[in-house]
């Protein structure tokens, strides 16, 4: 570290935390960090829209020069992505900061950031994970402003348009609903979402319209050699919490309900926990699965994602329930939690993580094994491919201290200490350049995307960004006042 750069955070963090041991009085002390932090944010902000945007919208990952851009794979310069952490990533990031200081300029980028995501919406209602402003680009789709053509498939997978729909929410609720394209595309999607909804309250990956009606199942296990019968083509049509789809659900549709006021919101809510209770295993794995037949058996996806309890999923799970009691104070979504827990608990691997795939009734740890493009199952984990999460961190000790704060009758998570917030707030403000750029240095860890940065290379990225910004202005809203 240069001395300059020594100097400076040495300086910024006297500011923020140091400060509390000198004679200023507390509303000045406090005042001072407020300002220094808001200062921060703003030049953060410009510098990522200013340099950063393509028609307001954004990538995951950018090299420092800003010549290359990746989003799921490199991204042209007229592409954007709506997968997390990409733009209604940023964007929502914008809306906390709008929040927290009032300053018109994030409502002005935010805006601009909404309608690069109405540029993109399907016909169906929902986006796909990528938007493209080139009209004569294949990678386009056929858009609702009949500036794309392709594929009307809107997307559940990954969040991608439960984020798109979560922003635009915020940003027609900031704008009062006078914002009238804004308003209809936002009601325009979540008709779309409801329509999409099954009778027993899952939800398909993807959709291009209504779905069918089939009738509600409780979670069983197959009756057939799932590891050779039983493979589904279009897997994406049927019940799915893959990469947590219906957190992002539960989120979109506490969001929609708080803001809209609409019962339908709550109604769909309840309705996707009373899915999350039928979709729970029975023993000896009362855990959840990735993906569900018709029939609420575990099903393969694609070639290298067997029918398998899953690890990831449960805990995600078990996350979107108590999110649901927490929205609806309804115990019913607390009660299949214990049992998940317990078989969470010793379905631990060694090094105390757990596997994404559990044999069914077996247990076993499932893993692949990859030679070219042919997949095979194993119980080794020694040769595992690295496109894929084959194992995840366990979080049960959290979930279980967050489990029993809801069975306690707590709804609400605690926050952080101010005094954490703080020493948080100083930590992003030192490590900000003077360009305003919060640069990340890659250490060979996977990052969404799959970005093709070699050892020691530093980017930026808009999961940084956001998460900083976000962070910056929560301080800002706890400090009000004092």
């Known amino acids: 570290m240069s001395y300059e750069r020594f100097r400076r955070t040495v300086s910024l963090f006297l500011g923020l935390v140091v400060l509390i041991t000198s004679g200023i009085q507390a509303d000045e002390r406090i005042q001072r960090q407020r300002d220094l932090v808001t200062t921060t944010m703003k030049?953060?902000?410009?510098?990522?829209?200013?340099?950063?945007?393509?028609?307001?919208?954004?990538?995951?990952?950018?090299?420092?020069?800003?010549?290359?851009?990746?989003?799921?794979?490199?991204?042209?310069?007229?592409?954007?992505?709506?997968?997390?952490?990409?733009?209604?990533?940023?964007?929502?990031?914008?809306?906390?900061?709008?929040?927290?200081?009032g300053d018109e300029y994030y409502l002005d980028v935010a805006k601009k950031t909404a309608n690069a995501l109405l540029y993109g919406q399907l016909k169906s209602g929902g986006?796909?994970?990528?938007?493209?402003?080139?009209?004569?680009?294949?990678q386009t789709a056929e858009y609702r402003n009949g500036k794309g053509s392709g594929s009307n498939v809107s997307s559940l997978d990954d969040g991608q348009t439960q984020s798109a729909i979560r922003f635009l929410i915020q940003f027609d609720a900031a704008m009062k609903f006078n914002d009238p394209k804004i308003h209809e595309a936002?009601?325009?999607?979540?008709?779309?979402?409801?329509?999409?909804?099954?009778?027993?309250?899952?939800?398909?990956?993807?959709?291009?319209?209504?779905?069918?009606?089939?009738?509600?199942?409780?979670?069983?296990?197959?009756n057939y050699d799932w590891r050779t019968e039983g493979r589904v083509k279009n897997y994406w049509d049927m019940y799915t919490l893959n990469d947590n789809t219906c957190g992002y659900l539960a989120e979109t549709l506490l969001e929609a309900y708080r803001v809209y006021q609409k019962p339908e919101y709550l109604q769909a809510l309840e309705k996707l926990g009373d899915f999350l209770i039928l979709a729970q295993m029975p023993e000896p794995q009362p855990g959840w699965a990735q993906q569900y037949s018709y029939e609420m058996q575990p099903i393969w996806a694609r070639k290298f994602e067997p029918p398998g309890v899953s690890g990831d999923e449960s805990q995600e799970a078990i996350e979107t329930l108590m999110m649901i009691y927490r929205g609806t104070n309804n115990r019913k979504y607390l009660e299949p939690i214990p049992s998940a827990l317990k078989?969470?608990?010793?379905?631990?691997?060694?090094?105390?993580?757990?596997?994404?795939?559990?044999?069914?009734?077996?247990?076993?740890?499932?893993?692949?094994?990859?030679?070219?493009?042919?997949?095979?199952?194993?119980?080794?984990?020694?040769?595992?491919?690295?496109?894929?999460?084959?194992?995840?961190?366990?979080?049960?000790?959290?979930?279980?201290?967050?489990?029993?704060?809801?069975n306690s009758g707590k709804t609400e998570i605690d926050p952080w200490t101010l005094d954490q917030l703080t020493k948080e707030a100083a930590s992003i403000v030192s490590a900000m350049d003077d360009q305003g750029r919060w640069k990340s240095k890659f250490q060979g860890e996977r990052l969404i995307g799959q970005a093709k940065f070699k050892t020691g290379d530093v980017y930026l990225a808009s999961e940084v960004f956001s998460r900083n910004l976000s962070t910056l202005a929560e301080f800002l809203e706890r400090t009000k006042g004092k």
């Not at 592409?79 to 709008?98: C, D, E, L, R, S």
């Not at 986006?127 to 294949?138: E, P």
């Not at 779905?211 to 979670?219: D, L, N, R, T, Y």
């Not at 493009?373 to 979930?399: A, C, Q």
């Open 43 to 101: 030049k953060a902000a410009t510098y990522f829209h200013g340099k950063l945007a393509v028609n307001g919208g954004y990538v995951y990952h950018y090299t420092e020069d800003l010549k290359t851009r990746w989003g799921e794979g490199l991204a042209t310069p007229t592409q954007i992505w709506v997968q997390p952490p990409a733009t209604p990533t940023v964007g929502m990031a914008f809306m906390k900061a709008y929040n927290a200081t």
């Open 186 to 222: 936002t009601e325009f999607a979540l008709a779309a979402l409801l329509k999409a909804q099954y009778p027993n309250g899952g939800f398909p990956q993807t959709w291009t319209g209504p779905v069918s009606q089939e009738s509600p199942k409780k979670a069983n296990y197959p």
């Open 343 to 406: 078989w969470l608990d010793k379905s631990k691997l060694r090094d105390n993580t757990l596997a994404r795939y559990y044999e069914l009734k077996t247990n076993r740890p499932l893993y692949m094994e990859r030679e070219g493009e042919k997949y095979s199952l194993t119980y080794d984990d020694r040769n595992l491919p690295d496109h894929y999460g084959w194992k995840t961190v366990s979080k049960i000790p959290l979930l279980r201290k967050q489990y029993s704060e809801a």
């Open 127 to 138: 986006w796909r994970n990528a938007i493209d402003f080139d009209s004569k680009s294949k």
